[in-house]
């Protein structure tokens, strides 16, 4: 085909989706139209993008180490167990401080539905685990025990975080598992 050619037919192919039997008037009367319902499809999208973790690159970059740290206001001591530029309160920049992973569940939820990525490991149990170093709950995944099982003597159990053996630089490259 030379430049200034154009294809006269879309090629058509049998992917995507497919409706049978979209109700359409006959005849010439298209009144019909507006009475309509409106036709829904499903079609799966996808987009790549690049993100940055700005300020947070730190937290993300000591979890890839095998290393947990914290966000902690240096004047008045008040510490974020997720990661965070800035006091919420007096907005003065924070420091990182290390700690080890070790608390104790706050609360709990089991999600028997989650988004794409976390779809096929459903049921799934998200904790809030509360550290004596930190003013804030951080949230993270509790492996090794049975969702089905889940009960209020949960909270307060001692947990120890855990780190992916290959990072993906995202929140679930820390686990936690109960301590026994």
């Known amino acids: 085909m030379s430049e200034k050619e154009f294809p ?41 993008y690049n993100y940055s973790y700005g300020q947070d690159s730190p937290f993300f970059a000591a979890l890839a180490n095998k290393r947990f740290i914290v966000s902690r206001e240096p004047e008045s001591g008040y510490t974020y167990a997720t990661p965070r530029g800035h006091d919420m309160y007096s907005g003065k920049e924070t420091e990182w401080v290390e700690i080890e992973p070790e608390g104790h569940i706050h609360a709990f939820t089991v999600c028997h539905f989650g988004s794409e990525e976390f779809l096929p490991q459903c049921p799934y149990v998200l904790i809030m685990v509360k550290f004596d170093e930190c003013d804030t709950l951080f949230l993270g995944r509790l492996f090794g025990v049975d969702p089905a099982e889940a009960g209020t003597h949960w909270i307060g159990k001692k947990v120890r975080g855990r780190f992916l053996r290959n990072s993906k630089f995202k929140p679930t490259d820390i686990y936690f598992n109960l301590v026994e």
């Open 8 to 48: 006269k037919q879309i090629e058509e192919n049998l992917e995507g989706t497919t409706i049978f039997n979209v109700p359409f008037p006959t005849g010439d009367d298209l009144s019909a139209l507006k009475q309509m319902s409106p036709i829904v499809i499903k079609q799966p999208y996808t987009a790549i």
